[in-house]
């Protein structure tokens, strides 16, 4: 599987920005797919997730009620929209993607994600 993030930049707090992430190489629909983050001095992160359908989703307590994760299998691809956006985002944003015959399931951790982007950096600025 071969994930292709882009949307990162630079905005100032307050702003808005959209990630995407192309997936090929696998049957996007069998696929669970998350979004993370790290900081500079930080551990990896998932802040968003979602299950095979679209169904279901996971929003760490930091975002929920900002971003906002969504799929279109037909594009397969995966989006995050992050609105509300403030220097504590500041991170590497990488989008990832597990394997699973259960199509409610949702991955949280960074070990159940068996592919990941190359990352893409979003600054936020006060």
């Known amino acids: 599987v071969q994930l292709v993030e882009s949307g990162g930049g630079s905005v100032q707090a307050g702003g808005s920005l959209r990630l995407s992430c192309a997936a090929s190489?696998?049957?996007?629909?069998?696929?669970?797919m998350g979004w993370f983050r790290q900081a500079p001095g930080k551990e990896r992160e998932c802040v968003v997730a979602i299950n095979r359908s679209g169904g279901s989703t996971y929003y760490a307590d930091s975002v929920k009620g900002r971003f906002t994760i969504s799929r279109d299998n037909a594009k397969t691809t995966v989006y995050l929209q992050m609105d509300s956006l403030n220097p504590e985002d500041t991170a590497v944003y990488y989008c990832?993607?597990?394997?699973?015959?259960?199509?409610?399931?949702?991955?949280?951790?960074?070990?159940?994600?068996?592919?990941w982007g190359q990352g893409t950096q979003v600054t936020v600025s006060s």
């Open positions: 190489g696998r049957t996007f629909s069998s696929l669970a």
């Open positions: 990832a993607a597990g394997v699973t015959s259960y199509i409610g399931r949702i991955y949280t951790a960074i070990r159940e994600y068996a592919y």
